[in-house]
């Protein structure tokens, strides 16, 4: 069974650095896509940065630029940098994961497996 555990997060001024953690366990896709989702009070959740095993990360456009998706094979956990942090980007992160044969999918209904999230707060 795929399981997600977030760590990392937390509260921070404005133009500041946060990094999010994912790590996984029992994934045996060979292709895979993992990816972080965040969801603001009252709104919809929205795709942040994903991860095809077999290709690079990819971004939202309101991301691009400051967020930065990385992985560790040889852990199984991937990174979520954030620089230059805006107030807009407070909401709850959350992993994704999912079996795909052609890339990542930006709907999350498409994703099968969620971690519990973690809190980043971004004070002006």
């Known amino acids: 069974q795929v399981q997600l555990m977030e760590s990392g997060g937390g509260s921070v001024q404005a133009g500041g650095s946060l990094s999010v953690s994912c790590a996984a366990s029992?994934?045996?896709?060979?292709?895979?896509?993992m990816g972080w989702f965040r969801r603001a009070p009252g709104t919809e959740r929205e795709a942040v940065a994903r991860?095809?095993?077999?290709?690079?990360?990819s971004y939202a456009d309101y991301v691009k630029g400051r967020f930065t998706l990385s992985q560790d094979n040889a852990k199984n956990t991937v990174y979520l940098q954030m620089n230059s942090l805006k107030p807009e980007d407070t909401a709850m992160y959350y992993c994704?994961?999912?079996?795909?044969?052609?890339?990542?999918?930006?709907?999350?209904?498409?994703?099968?497996?969620w971690g519990q999230g973690t809190q980043v707060t971004v004070s002006s």
């Open positions: 029992g994934i045996t896709y060979k292709n895979y896509c």
């Open positions: 994704a994961a999912t079996d795909s044969l052609v890339g990542c999918p930006t709907n999350e209904l498409s994703y099968a497996y």
């Open positions: 991860l095809y095993s077999k290709g690079g990360p």
